[in-house]
């Protein structure tokens, strides 16, 4: 069973990196929002090396966003999806694999981005660091909690914008405690672990849950 | 009659014309007497003068916007678990309800900050888990308007408000785990109120009172909603008959 999750994971990393408009839109799409905003604020360096982890934090959330609802439509269109079900395997862990292939294919760029992306905003090397270790920690959960708007878009047969409403409210806690824990390296006499370790709860906590949603969503679709 | 003879709609309804003029008696005499004692013999705090009367609406707006996420949550489950089409009816019907609840706590919120801590917003614990409540009930709604099935959106609005359940917590304690602007529980605390009687008991009255409106709101929301999915049955069987 193993092997087959894992090639249920390899299959959907392949498929983000391969076809046109996966990935590396990702990639352009967090580098687009970086770049916009000292347009917006201005482009002070004191001002930006204060706010920047919440500059990145907030372009890989908006990135993550995207591909996701091609996440299981592609497979419901194509008729894997079914195959998925009838599979024998427990649909929550082939939900799991799914979303682990697309955090391989599309989070994991955006944390090895973020360093290179911070020289921009010109954060400290220490904050980068911690800039990049909270977002390697962090993505994981922002992908499982758009999972399950994945799961619930494609059931329901609507993509667009209704999966970026249905996230987004999820994904502020993860935010919360990415900023604050990153943050706390720049500014604040606040200690770096607490949240961080509220950050590596969220994602496994996440785990969980959208193992759980994502497949009841998806079985209340094949119906 | 056993409350199990409700789950028919058409018993639902008979029951539900019988029981509302009651009840929208029993809410404006609640409502009169509540208001009365809030805004007449309610004594003015010595602090904040006749500005804490806005707490006698803040406040039971504030716990319905939760109560009505819990009345969802509840059909949420008879909807995932038992398939029942009442409860896909109660959650459709609670979340718009339960959106202008939120919203109108939110508002007076702000217009009672205002003179108090001399803003309208702040990015407190409380206020910011109140707003990402409202904006799940808004995007609840979202998902009810955009699919055309009921069976498969009541399904998916179920998965999605059970999710949302961790947000109620979160709202009831974020005054105890994060020492923000907005006050500590004062009504419902282990050690007993805090809040002295002559206030709580209008609030107490006024919290019925609204708790009263919600029920009469919902169910002449659910009324409306079978009677709208019967027209669309009707419509379905006359455009294919």
Redesign the interface.
Known sequence: MIAALAAVAGQTARLQLRTGGGALVGLIFFLTVVTIIPFGVGPDLNLLSRIGPAILWIGALLATLLGLDRLFQDDRSDGSLDLLHLSGHPLELIVLAKAAGHWLATGLPLVVAAPFLGLLLAIEPVALGAVTLTLLAGTPALTLVGT?GAA?TT????GGL?IA??V???A??VLIFGVSAASSVIVGPAPFLPPFLILVALSLVSAV?AAV?GA??LR??LD | MPISDLANPTRFLAFAGRLLPWLWAVTAIGLAVGLYLGLFVAPADFKQGDMVRIMFIHVPFAWLSMACYGVMAVAALGT?VWRHPLADVAQKAAAPIGAAFTFLALVTGALWGKPTWGTYWVWDARL?SVL?LF??Y??LI??WQ??EDPG??A??AA??T???TV?IP?IKFSVDWWNTLHQPASVFRLDGPTIDPSMLWPLMIMAAAMTLLFASLLLMAMRNEILRRRVRAMQIVAATG
């Open positions: 399950v619930l059931a329901l047969g609507r209704l409403v249905l987004l409210p999820f502020i806690p849950v949603a009841a969503a209340s679709g | 995932l910011t990402i904006i799940i808004l995007g979202a998902l955009s699919v498969k959106a399904r998916a998965i999605l059970l999710v949302g947000n979160i």
